[in-house]
């Protein structure tokens, strides 16, 4: 990918670096309702998106990588007409035709391009696929092929990594990503409210603890639970955030909702760690 294409390090809305797993497309399709949500998208609109990306992101997850899962890219850029959302892959690529044994909604490309305004796929042998999609604030769009591909960093981490430099949209995509961790872990219902209640209360403190205005924060999905892990902050804003965990009112902290809340300290910064335990 030439190094022209490669987004800067700001982005204009949300980014996301998973592993390329078929249990992680439901991770990205949450993720990107609670975005659209949020900006106005229709429900109709919302449809046309979870089918889109799921499309996308599960041949990704299928055909990507040969041995082993490796990276998939999502960027997720909103404006006030629609959504724009960009899916990559580091390996052999996607393919353009379904394929009627795998897991997926086997319609190929041409259902991405039929809901899409507008529609680009590139890339090459052994260099990786790239589709870009445009979808629009209201369903019923009728698809066009064009655009720009749009590069992203590879991160080879197994955690979920989420970079958005819009706080606004912290709240719906957090929640509904760590709703679906928690859920899949076997978390009761109570336990998974508990999830939503923190995670809606680190949204509304962290963003004002990068300088940048770059909030970064990375989901590590186990079989001994969930972890969130915010960073890297400068020092004593793990501090701060835990202050503003506290409920006067109630005269505790919604830090006791969670299984463990811990600061490391690394190199790069200061990480906040929260983690949920699964059912036993």
Do not use: W
């Amino acid at each position: 990918m030439p190094e022209s294409s490669t987004i800067n390090q700001r982005p204009r809305g949300l980014q996301m670096t998973l592993p390329a797993k078929g249990e992680n497309v439901a991770v990205v399709r949450h993720a990107l309702a609670g975005l659209a949500e949020e900006i106005g998208m229709d429900e109709a609109g919302r449809a046309d998106l979870k089918t889109v990306v799921t499309e996308a992101c599960m041949n990704v997850a299928v055909h990507a990588y040969q041995g082993g899962p490796g990276p998939l890219l999502v960027e997720a850029l909103p404006d006030e007409d629609g959504l724009t959302v960009t899916v990559r892959d580091e390996g052999t690529g996607i393919q353009p035709q379904a394929d009627a044994e795998r897991d997926s909604l086997r319609l190929g490309l041409s259902l991405i391009a039929a809901l899409s305004t507008s529609f680009a796929i590139s890339g090459g042998v052994d260099c990786g696929t790239e589709v870009k999609m445009r979808l629009p604030l209201h369903g019923g769009a009728v698809g066009s092929v064009d655009g720009d591909p749009v590069g992203m960093e590879a991160d080879l981490s197994d955690t979920t990594e989420l970079v958005t430099d819009r706080p606004e949209l912290l709240g719906p995509v957090l929640a509904r990503v760590v709703g679906a961790l928690a859920a899949r872990r076997d978390l009761s219902i109570d336990r998974v409210s508990d999830t939503v209640l923190v995670t809606d209360a680190i949204a509304d403190a962290v963003p004002s603890r990068f300088a940048d205005g770059r909030v970064r924060l990375g989901l590590d999905d186990r079989e001994e639970g969930i972890a969130l892990r915010i960073g890297p902050m400068d020092p004593g804003a793990a501090a701060q955030i835990r202050a503003e965990l506290e409920v006067p009112d109630l005269g505790d902290s919604l830090e006791a909702l969670a299984d463990e809340l811990a600061v490391e300290q690394s190199g790069e910064g200061e990480y906040l760690v929260i983690r949920f335990a699964a059912a036993p």
